[in-house]
């Protein structure tokens, strides 16, 4: 079991940047693939970003390759999403994510997403 609290949303404005944390409980967080999704209003939720058990590999959605970046520490159990360029259309929940594997999108467990709001 595999517990994930999202934290460090918020209002910016276009062009600011942001750093999104997720804090996993339990000593199986080096075990998972991790991951960022993002759901906006009225649409699907959205792979964004994926990494690698040991941090080796990462994998990006399209629309946010080379404006973000994931990285994990499994010392602290904590998987990050640093967020710059920050554009109105990455306005979303963002949520955390345990994967079943690295190249896949099944997810094992879900954190309860942090709100992100960009202006224009």
């Known amino acids: 079991q595999v517990q994930l609290v999202e934290s460090g949303g918020g209002l910016v404005q276009a062009g600011d940047s942001l750093r999104l944390s997720c804090a996993a409980s339990g000593r199986t967080f080096s075990s998972y693939a991790m991951g960022w999704f993002r759901q906006a209003p009225g649409l699907e939720r959205e792979f964004v970003a994926r990494i690698r058990r040991s941090g080796g590999s990462t994998d990006y959605a399209v629309s946010v390759k080379g404006r973000f970046t994931i990285s994990r520490d499994n010392a602290k159990n904590t998987v990050y999403l640093q967020m710059n360029s920050l554009k109105p259309e990455d306005t979303a929940v963002y949520y955390c994510?345990?994967?079943?594997?690295?190249?896949?999108?099944?997810?094992?467990?879900w954190g309860q997403g942090t709100q992100v709001t960009v202006s224009s």
């Open positions: 994510a345990a994967l079943r594997y690295y190249s896949s999108n099944i997810v094992d467990y």
